[in-house]
């Protein structure tokens, strides 16, 4: 499956930023979706996942309860709502999938095989 992730930019502390994800696979309702993010000199961090059919969504505690993560299947699209921003969410942000009929969520990079070209979240303090 492709990715192309978009919707990144600058925004001030305390905005709001909405990323996007669009797939190209013909069966999206068979990939776990998940953001990852990267900041200079750090390790690809997790973010969000979402599950196939969207009925179940995971977050890295740094995010939870600022950020959501939601899909559209009959776009082929997985967004990140992005609020209260802070300067630390500064980082390129890549989605990446899995493909697999049994859901179980996955934070670590090495369980991906397909991953967008990333987007730059630059948040101003």
């Known amino acids: 499956v492709q990715l192309q992730a978009s919707g990144g930019g600058l925004v001030q502390a305390g905005g709001s930023l909405g990323l996007s994800c669009a797939a190209s696979a013909r069966t999206f309702v068979l990939y776990t979706i998940s953001w990852f993010r990267q900041a200079p000199g750090e390790d690809r961090a997790f973010v969000a996942t979402i599950s196939g059919n969207g009925d179940r969504q995971y977050y890295a505690d740094s995010v939870k309860g600022r950020f959501t993560i939601s899909r559209d299947n009959a776009k082929n699209t997985v967004y990140l709502q992005m609020n209260s921003l802070k300067p630390e969410d500064t980082a390129v942000y890549y989605c990446?999938?899995?493909?697999?009929?049994?859901?179980?969520?996955?934070?670590?990079?090495?369980?991906?095989?397909?991953w967008g070209q990333g987007t730059q979240v630059t948040v101003s303090s």
């Open positions: 990446a999938a899995k493909v697999g009929q049994l859901f179980r969520p996955a934070y670590s990079p090495k369980q991906y095989n397909s």
